[in-house]
Structure formats: C-alpha cells, structure tokens
C-alpha cells in the first residue's frame, strides 16, 4: 500500500522540492504552506508521517506536533527547520517527534529517516493488529467438545458467520444454544457491534414489546421519558431469542415485520426507526410441528430457518464428557480460588456413563458442586451427588443376567426413581434433575411413564 506523507513549509522553494523528491520516490504526497492549513487537514484525514517545518506564522512545528500526538498517536512527525539548536531538538524528540533535521539537509539522510520513521510506523500498526485478533480470539465463546457430531457444528457456525442470513439453532435445554449464537456473532462482519439475548418465555406480552421495541413519552403510565428498545440498542449487531417457540402469535406478526421491513415502531410512536439487524434464533421444541399446529407462523419460521444448527444432546457425545469436564474444572478452580489437578478415574466413569438430561448445564453445575465439595486435590466420586453415583450401582446390579441396559432405559429408570422418591412432584423432580420442567415434561411424555 503506497504510504501517505504530508509536508507542512512556509518557503515555497523547499516545500516544492521536497514535494517533488518525494514523490518521485513513490510516496502519496500532500503538500500544504502554511500551519494552519495543516492543523486543519489533520483533524479530518490520517497520514503515515508529517514532516513539518519548526518555525511557522501563527501555527509552528511544535503545535503541529502536540495535535497530531493527540489526533493520529501512531503517525510519525519530522521536524525540519533552519533555526536548529540543541535545546530545540530535545524538546520536540522530548514531545514525541521521530527526528529532528537542521537545514540545509542532504537529500539521502532525509530519504533514510523518511524509511525508518515510515517502519516504524508499520510495524506498530501491525503490533496493534496482531493485539486486536488476539483480543478478539480472547473474546470468542469457547465450544468444547472433538466429537464428529461438534466438529459439524463448528464447521457450520464458522461457514453461517461469514454470511448474515437469520439462523435457528435447535437442541435441547442445556446444549449450549446461546453459546452457539455468541460464536456465530463474534465471528461475523458484525462483532463490533452489540449482540442482545431475549428470552421469549421469561416476559407478558406487554412487556415483551416494551423491552424489544422501546417506548415514547407518556406512552402509557409510568413512562416518564422516552426508552429504546432492544432492536435499537442493538442496531448493526445481532438479535438472539432465545426460546423463540415461546413467542406470543401477535408478537410473532410484529418480529416478522422488522424482519423484513428494517424498521421499528416504539410503543406509543406513529414513527418508524430504520434498524440493521442479524436474527438468530433458539427452541428446544420441535418448530416444524409447532407450524403444523397452528401454535407459530409458518412465514416466520421460513425467514429465521435460513440456516439452521442442530445442537446433539450430551448423551450423544459421550467423548466430549472428559474434555468439558475439565474445562469446567478449570473455570471453577479460578472461580473459587482452588487447585484441584485431576479428576478420579472412577469419578470420570460416573460422568460418562450418566445420561445427563440436563445436558452440558447440568455437567457444569456438577462439577462446580464438586469442587466445592472437594478438599484434596483430586475429585472422587464422594464430591458427586447421590443420585449419579447410586443409580450406576443400582442399574448394573438389578439389571437381567447376561443384558447390558440401553442408555434409553437407564434414563427412564433414572427419571421413575427420582419422580417416586419425590412422589410424583414434578417441580422437585426437575430441580432434583437440574432440568427445566418442559424438558421433564416431555421425557414423561416419550416415555409413557404417567
């Protein structure tokens, strides 16, 4: 890229020359006589080096200095001037310039500075290049797992990042879903701006619109002041529901409408706002059957499933279950402020051959209950809860001779146990579990337990 210097001189005779030294060199050259005009031309447009006289009616070198050390910190300044003293050169070096050059000058110590000024300069912006990939690397959702099932995940968030079409992310509650919609957001052209998590079910109506529309004045009672909402908040980035299948009918009707005009009207407005938005979406639930049903509208889920990710249950992707569960052991050894180096291989053996219905959130929250249980520097299998370890004992020990269970029905069992310990409370049962009561719900359901 050819490097853009501007020269700032009041004798027209220098300034000419070395305008057209320069440029003959291959530089992109603005030349300008006078400091004002410089000072001027800094505030707007951004240069890889200034070379500027010392001595300047109204506006001198050293002004032209300080703005641009405020304006352009990375851009390189050459002070020349006819007036040279050693306390000068000190000061402006002092103040930040590059070099310092008495006149008259030679020609080929001027091009030598200009080289080394202008690789300095590159070699700082590529520094702060390399600073920001690395921060944005920092910053990307970390997706644990090497399973063929994960490497297809990551292969399509990585392909669905570089587009902006809307997409649906399906699984199970605990999979990780709103991990998913952070890694498609941190990897697309959208990252620096905002992305906004919304979950459909946890609102009324009312105030569903309130939160993801904004408000005006006196819009209703109680609106003291006009509030933005969500969408506007989050104008230029992305758009996360959550639970998107928990969404109200006529709520649906208004999602479509930003959807596909760009625009939002705040609740109490007859204006619109224009806004640039990325959709992803989330449910457990089966949409298409929901569309079917007549429980969500058909036109929406076509303009939210462009692309669509579907997230494999925990107990799908047994191989990922020693990987996440020292990622997790990790987090919460600094979360807690302990040292806990491995986890027993016994202990290891419950995880994995647990069915895990509360998927990767129930694991999480496991072993975080174990290092707080944990006094040594090894998780044994006294750190889990009963029902992990009591259920591997009592499946395998009442299990007919000769027949290893399915994982099928070591969950159902699993599930019997815990809704007959509790009897039959569905509320207890799914905290006892770590699952919501939806997902309960539904294991009940496909396994005819009622």
Known sequence: MQEHILIIEDEQIAL???EHILVKDGYKVTALDSGIKGLNLIKTKAFDLIITDYKMKKIDGMQILEHTRELQPHTEVIMITGYATVDNAVIAMKEGAYHYI?????????????????????????????????????????????????RQVKKTIAQVAQTDISVLVLGESGTGKELVARAIHSLSSRKNHEMVA???????????????????KEAFTGAMKTKKGLFEFADQGTVFFDEIGDMPPSMQVKILRV????????????????????FIAATHR?????????????????????????????????????????????????????????????????????????????????IERAVAMENSDVIYPE??????????????????????????????RYIQWVLEQTNWNKTRAAEIMEIDRVSLWRKIKAFKLE
């Open 16 to 18: 000419k020359n070395l």
């Open 102 to 150: 008495a006149k008259p000058y030679k020609i080929d110590e001027v091009r030598q500075i200009i080289k080394q000024a202008l690789l300095k300069r590159s070699l700082q912006m590529e520094n702060q290049s390399l600073r920001k990939q690395l921060n944005q690397k920092a910053k990307l959702p970390e997706i644990i797992g090497n399973s063929p099932p994960m």
């Open 198 to 216: 919304f979950n459909c079910g946890s609102f009324s109506e009312d105030l569903m619109a309130n939160e993801l529309f904004g408000h005006e």
């Open 259 to 278: 959807i596909q005009e760009k625009e939002i009207m705040r609740v109490g407005s007859t204006q619109t706002v224009g806004v640039d938005l990325r």
């Open 286 to 366: 089966d949409l298409r059957h929901e569309v079917d049903q007549g429980h969500f509208r058909q036109d929406l889920y076509f303009r939210l499933n462009v692309a669509s990710i579907i997230l494999p249950a925990l107990a799908d992707r047994k191989e990922d279950i020693p990987l996440l569960a020292y990622h997790f052991l990790a987090k919460k050894n600094r979360d807690m402020g302990k040292t806990i180096k491995e986890i027993d291989r016994t202990t290891m053996n419950f995880l994995v051959n647990y069915t895990w219905p509360g998927n990767v959130r129930e694991l999480e929250n496991i």
């Open 383 to 412: 750190a889990l809860p009963d029902h992990l370890t009591q259920l591997a004992i009592e499946t395998y020990r009442t299990a007919p001779e000769g027949k290893i269970p399915t994982m099928k029905e070591q969950e159902k």
